[in-house]
C-alpha cells in the first residue's frame, strides 16, 4: 500500500511540470497593416519604447517602427516634390 501511494505521488509530481499554461502569442501585425491602423501602431510604439529591453526586438514592434519609418519617408518625399528654393539660397 505505501508502494503505491509513493508511486502516485512521485507520478503526480512529475506530471505537474507538463501542464503549465503557456503565455498567449500576442497576434503579428505586418508593416502593412500598421499602415492602415495607425492607432494600434503608434500604441505598439508607445509599448516598446517603455519597455525596449523586453520589447523592442519583437516582431510587432519591429514591424511598427517599420512602418513609422515608411509614414516619415513619405512625408519626406512629399515635401522634398513640392519644395522650391528661397532666393536667399541662390548665388
Same mark, same amino acid.
Given at each position: 500500500?505505501?508502494?503505491?501511494?509513493?508511486?502516485?505521488?512521485? @507520478?503526480?509530481? !512529475? #506530471?505537474?511540470?507538463?501542464? =503549465?499554461?503557456?503565455?498567449?502569442? =500576442?497576434?503579428? %501585425?505586418?508593416? !502593412?497593416?500598421? #499602415?492602415? %491602423?495607425?492607432?494600434?501602431?503608434?500604441?505598439?510604439?508607445?509599448?516598446?519604447?517603455?519597455?525596449?529591453? =523586453?520589447?523592442?526586438?519583437?516582431?510587432?514592434? @519591429?514591424?511598427?517602427?517599420? !512602418?513609422?519609418?515608411?509614414?516619415?519617408?513619405?512625408?519626406?518625399?512629399?515635401? #522634398?516634390?513640392?519644395?522650391?528654393?528661397?532666393? !536667399?539660397?541662390?548665388?
Amino acid at each position: 500500500m505505501k508502494n503505491k501511494i509513493i508511486y502516485l505521488l512521485l @507520478i503526480s509530481v !512529475a #506530471l505537474t511540470g507538463c501542464f =503549465e499554461e503557456t503565455p498567449k502569442k =500576442e497576434e503579428v %501585425h505586418t508593416v !502593412a497593416w500598421f #499602415l492602415e %491602423h495607425q492607432d494600434v501602431m503608434n500604441t505598439t510604439l508607445e509599448k516598446c519604447s517603455n519597455n525596449p529591453g =523586453e520589447l523592442l526586438q519583437t516582431p510587432n514592434c @519591429i514591424n511598427a517602427i517599420e !512602418a513609422r519609418r515608411t509614414i516619415t519617408d513619405r512625408q519626406l518625399s512629399r515635401g #522634398l516634390d513640392t519644395f522650391t528654393p528661397s532666393s !536667399a539660397w541662390k548665388k
